[in-house]
């Protein structure tokens, strides 16, 4: 789930760059090409970890922790930008970890 929407935030900052709001005054400015491919590498990095979370790999389960924290942080100082979208995949990470973190590997 959180794959996905990163890739339609990802498609929508690449294709289209008004899609985002403006926001002055912040020491992290990036257009949104940037924003857009720092999120694209990040989402694929969540949907090559995946299957292998699947398969009960014990270093998946802790990659995909730490790519969620990046996800998480990233979301965070995305929030100047589309805020209500970046706290729903704040939220969204925060379940993801909260779900590895939990598992019970076999």
Request: include cysteine; charge should be positive.
């Amino acid at each position: 789930m959180a794959c996905l929407s990163q890739a339609f935030t990802v498609l929508a900052a690449l294709i289209n760059h008004t899609f985002l709001m403006k926001v002055g005054g912040y020491i992290y400015a990036f257009d949104s090409t940037t924003w857009g491919w720092i999120h694209l590498l990040l989402g694929t990095a969540l949907v090559v970890v995946g299957p292998f979370i699947f398969m009960a790999k014990s270093w998946a389960f802790i990659a995909g922790i730490i790519v969620a924290i990046v996800n998480g942080l990233l979301n965070f100082f995305w929030l100047p930008i589309y805020p209500i979208w970046a706290l729903v995949l704040i939220g969204l990470n925060v379940a993801v970890i909260w779900a590895l973190a939990t598992t019970r590997k076999a």
